[in-house]
């Protein structure tokens, strides 16, 4: 799997938009952009994924450049519950391991 | 729906004693089962996985091993616990195909 490269951590004002920024400039052609977030004390929880093109569900959006080497996670309007490590995974969807890095360390401040 | 079922949620165990840690899935079949720990202040550190009954494939040389007895029961053990042992462990499925991983609630591990 590709490595990717996020900054540890980030601050954001409550109800402003986050942006978390991960270079992945080795990834694939059939390699995913996978996010998840981990809330302290708790396991890890899915957020979003993609291939290509941008997506967005309930939690968040993600946007994926064009030459694929770099992403963002986006949540539009953070809140306090959103502070958490958010990790950014480049992975084959068929692929079996599902490895995390270091994460980005957000926190969301009133 | 599924569910994952991880426990206990806290131990504290002696240095040298044995560790049996069960996470059972419910829900599904033949799903990917994943072990992890996680040092205090430290990212996640992926142990072992499987993709079936008596699979089992270890990612980090240790004083751990996986094993698979049932298709949704995955245990963690040890014969004797080490103090680096420490941390939080946490249980994972992912279904066949599927894109997501969901997580148990974890166990946190003092060993002492």
């Known amino acids: 799997d590709a490595k990717t490269t996020q900054p540890p951590s980030m601050d954001c004002a409550e109800g402003r938009a986050a942006n978390l920024p991960c270079n992945h400039s080795?990834?694939?052609?059939?390699?995913?952009v996978y996010w998840y977030r981990q809330i302290h004390s708790q396991g890890p929880q899915y957020i979003i994924h993609?291939?290509?093109n941008n997506e967005t569900n309930e939690m968040a959006s993600l946007i994926i450049t064009e030459d694929r080497k770099s992403s963002t996670l986006i949540l539009p309007h953070a809140t306090l519950r959103d502070t958490a490590v958010y990790y950014c995974?480049?992975?084959?969807?068929?692929?079996?391991?599902?490895?995390f890095g270091q994460g980005t360390r957000l926190t969301i401040n009133p | 729906s599924q569910t994952i079922h991880q426990w206990p949620a806290t131990l504290v165990q002696p240095v040298g004693s044995p560790l049996s840690l069960e996470c059972t899935v419910e829900?599904?079949?033949?799903?990917?089962l994943y072990w992890y720990r996680q040092a205090a202040g430290r990212g996640l550190q992926l142990l072992f996985y499987?993709?079936?009954?008596?699979?089992i494939s270890s990612e980090v040389p240790q004083n751990l091993s996986a094993s698979r007895p049932q298709d949704r029961q995955f245990i963690l053990s040890s014969k004797k616990l080490l103090l680096s042992d420490s941390g939080f462990y946490l249980c994972?499925?992912?279904?066949?195909?599927?894109?997501?991983?969901?997580f148990g609630q974890g166990t946190r591990l003092t060993v002492v």
């Open positions: 993609g291939l290509k």
């Open positions: 499987s993709v079936g009954i008596g699979q």
């Open positions: 995974i480049v992975r084959a969807q068929g692929a079996q391991k599902l490895v």
């Open positions: 829900g599904t079949s033949n799903p990917n």
């Open positions: 994972a499925y992912r279904l066949m195909g599927g894109p997501e991983a969901f």
């Open positions: 080795t990834i694939s052609g059939n390699e995913y």
